[in-house]
């Protein structure tokens, strides 16, 4: 799966090119002008995600550094509808392949961003325990290696990250295998205090 | 800060200097050597500062002016908010350090004459420039009875934000109990769609707590309007639109809802069939593009034509028109769009002044509306150029779902959403980092 999404995002980095491209409702715009450069492109994100990707919050979260598997996986998510979302869903199938790749390869190549925020001292410290236990083994280096394609963990919006914690447990986003497994864990050993605690250790990260 | 003030005050002298160089559009032998070229921006609202920041972080080669009067920009969007308390007056006010920090010039000026090569500004000062990007917003078509002096002091527009939007609050937090508020709506096209109805909706958020008798009567020319059902859902749900109850009458131009006249000694409206005195009258009235665009032969009609790819005007060459005044065929005047708009003129003044050819353009709208403290819903689209350049047309976008597809948890989510989005908005234009609290 990961290899294949690579393959095509090596692909779409080369051939950013006047194709108006398969999917969907852009097809309909063979008659419209396409092929807009990356910085074009992303600059569209910005404000909603911030300027090159690094968000002020309180709940959008940055995108700044992501991988770009990562932020490919995530718009053919909400372009699918596989990933539900409150407006996501309506903006990524505005994007071919191509260009969704050109994006994502963009913000690969920008700054990550820590969105300052309040965060509980003591939570935090517990936070960043648990977080070494569940989640450092995919989320690597405490929640900030791009190249270990998970989403960057560090300095998100909490108000986010506690959303998407929220879609995965009731199925508006689906779990990779290894992560339901600590996720189950956590709940089962920490109650909801382990997941407030390892969001706080996000939050408090500079 | 004292660093900025050497930086303006050298930028000063040397824009003086070139000044005198009548026309010249290279700079040789001076600091700004390899500048290539000028840059003045006519208006330092979102549009414009958004467009002066993207070219120079494009190409911080490039001479960037902006002529602004006001030393703070209150944002128009977002500022119902205040009216429930939600967001505060000062919360939403913009100033120019983080991009004169960026080395854009900032003049604080009103714009008088815009010339072939040079703008002229009220405190009798000249700019250079290769080109002019005009953004100056809207001006307003008052009904007879109704001004800007009127809006000032009694009548109230607010649709400038600022210190209207502020005495609007004051009156509705000031109003008698059971009073009414009566709010006239504009006809299309006007700056900000959703606006008149999201003010309704904030203005019966704070009633419904603090004065819940009180009445909202609106006036519209209009049979429908933006975001039409998720309006009428969103009053129904919290404000008892549509029952014997309801705190808020809207009445459409079929039923007489066209604003014809104010007499503002006795704060009526006079409308098609009917007069409403209300304990508060808001007017917003018509709109046309922005005096300047006006005065210095960038309109046709009410507003600024334009070539869709680069923004110039199509009635004056090295002039570029963005925002609320352009007439961008297939955008809606909204602050995203505008920005939009903004980022797409600078590519294209960019690419122009580094001999290249105008870039492929793209475009996106999100815009918010809050409509209660645990409400928001929103609209977005993603746009490409028609190759013929007619129109921007919409490739993908749509609503918040309503009705049966209603998701309570997910409106919440928008209104976090909606403040995020204006933090991000606002910090993308003016670099002046974060203003709401969290």
Not at chain 1, 13 to 20: L, V
Request: net charge positive; aromatic share 8%.
């Amino acid at each position: 799966m990961k290899v294949t999404k690579l393959a095509l995002a090596i692909i779409g980095g080369c051939a950013i090119s006047m194709s108006a491209s398969a999917g969907g409702k852009v097809d309909k715009s063979v008659s419209n002008m396409t092929g807009a450069d990356a910085t074009m492109l992303s600059n569209t994100c910005a404000g909603c995600h911030g300027t090159d990707g690094a968000s002020s919050g309180p709940a959008i979260p940055s995108l700044g550094g992501m991988s770009a598997l990562y932020i490919t996986d995530m718009m053919n998510g909400y372009k699918s509808g596989d990933i539900k979302s409150t407006i996501m869903g309506r903006i990524a199938p505005g994007y071919s392949e191509d260009e969704i790749d050109a994006m994502a390869n963009y913000f690969a190549g920008t700054e990550q961003h820590r969105t300052p925020q309040a965060f509980d001292k003591a939570k935090a410290a517990k936070g960043m325990k648990l977080h070494d236990k569940y989640c450092e083994k995919c989320h690597s280096e405490s929640g900030t290696l791009a190249e270990d394609d998970s989403g960057i963990l560090a300095g998100q919006p909490t108000p986010y990250l506690h959303y998407s914690m929220e879609d995965f447990a009731n199925g508006d986003r689906s779990m990779p295998k290894k992560m339901k497994k600590k996720v189950k864990k956590l709940n089962k050993k920490e109650g909801s205090a382990g997941m407030e605690a390892i969001l706080n250790y996000y939050a408090s990260q500079k | 800060m004292k660093k900025n003030m050497n930086r303006r005050d050298f930028m000063k002298v040397s824009g003086g200097a070139a000044a005198a160089v009548a026309g010249a559009s290279i700079y040789t032998g001076s600091a700004l050597a390899g500048a290539k070229g000028r840059v003045v921006v006519v208006g330092g609202g979102l549009g414009g500062a958004t467009c002066a920041k993207y070219i120079k972080r494009a190409d911080s080669s490039i001479d960037v002016t902006i002529i602004e009067p006001n030393k703070t920009y209150f944002t128009g969007f977002t500022s119902n908010l205040t009216i429930s308390g939600m967001v505060t007056m000062e919360q939403l006010g913009h100033t120019y350090e983080g991009l004169t920090a960026m080395g854009i010039k900032v003049v604080h000026a009103a714009a008088t004459e815009i010339g072939d090569s040079s703008v002229k500004t009220s405190d009798g000062g000249s700019y250079d420039f290769d080109r002019c990007v005009v953004a100056p917003g809207v001006d307003f078509k008052f009904v007879e009875g109704h001004s800007e002096e009127i809006a000032n002091k009694s009548v109230t527009h607010a649709y400038k934000s600022g210190a209207q939007m502020s005495l609007l609050g004051e009156q509705i937090r000031g109003m008698k109990k059971g009073g009414t508020v009566v709010l006239a709506a504009p006809r299309n096209p006007f700056r900000c769609p959703p606006g008149p109805y999201e003010r309704t909706a904030q203005i019966a958020a704070y009633l419904k707590v603090n004065n819940p008798t009180a009445k909202i009567i609106v006036l519209d020319p209009k049979d429908k309007f933006s975001k039409f059902g998720l309006f009428k859902e969103a009053w129904k749900i919290h404000y008892g639109y549509g029952t014997d109850n309801s705190m808020i009458n809207w009445i459409k131009g079929a039923e007489g809802g066209a604003l014809e006249e104010v007499d503002a000694s006795t704060n009526t409206a006079i409308a098609s069939i009917e007069e409403f005195k209300g304990d508060v009258l808001n007017v917003i009235p018509d709109m046309k593009a922005g005096h300047v665009a006006h005065a210095n032969g960038l309109v046709k009609g009410d507003w600024c034509p334009v070539d869709l790819q680069t923004f110039e005007s199509s009635l004056r060459k090295n002039i570029h028109v963005i925002g609320d005044s352009s007439a961008a065929k297939g955008l809606p005047k909204s602050g995203y769009a505008a920005a939009s708009e903004a980022k797409v003129t600078a590519a294209a003044i960019v690419a122009a002044m580094n001999g290249n050819a105008a870039p492929v353009p793209a475009y996106t709208n999100t815009c918010y509306s809050v409509v209660a403290p645990n409400d928001a819903f929103s609209v977005a689209a993603v746009y490409q150029l028609a190759a013929d350049k007619h129109k921007v047309m919409k490739v993908a976008g749509g609503l918040t779902p309503s009705g049966d597809k209603r998701n309570a948890a997910h409106r919440e989510r928008e209104v976090q959403y909606a403040l995020s989005w204006y933090e991000n908005i606002t910090t993308d234009a003016f670099s002046d980092g974060k203003k709401l609290p969290l």
